[in-house]
């Protein structure tokens, strides 16, 4: 098994099989269903098929439900994901991860607050 940093922010599958994962600070996260693919994702268009897969780490699934989120009056995007918020570092690592910007949920400045944080999403790290 190996991390792979290199590989963050791809969306992957094993051929033949209809899990998708993102990998994310070098592991594979299974993104649990479609609505929440759907959720973040700009389509389904880019899933690299890797037949070597199963060599990355699995880390933690993604939450149902995860969403990208972002204060009123504030330029900050994150991912709201097994209970933390995870600041998404900039644009490049907005477009790296194929997160849609036109699925950000706009939320109260408190709400994003009273969520404890997580480590930062950044393309490159």
Do not use: C
Request: proline fraction near 8%; avoid cysteine; glycine fraction near 8%.
């Amino acid at each position: 098994m190996a991390i792979r940093k290199d590989l963050d922010g791809l969306r992957m599958q094993l051929p033949g099989t209809p899990a998708i994962y993102l990998i994310d600070q070098g592991v594979k996260r299974h993104i649990p269903d479609p609505d929440t693919y759907n959720k973040l994702f700009r389509d389904w268009n880019g899933v690299v098929q890797d037949p070597h897969l199963n060599n990355i780490d699995t880390g933690t699934p993604l939450s149902h439900g995860a969403v990208l989120a972002q204060a009123f009056g504030d330029a900050a995007v994150y991912l709201i994901d097994n209970g933390v918020k995870r600041h998404i570092a900039s644009p490049a690592t907005m477009d790296r991860y194929y997160f849609d910007w036109n699925k950000i949920q706009h939320v109260a400045p408190i709400l994003i607050r009273s969520i404890q944080n997580g480590p930062t999403i950044a393309w490159p790290e």
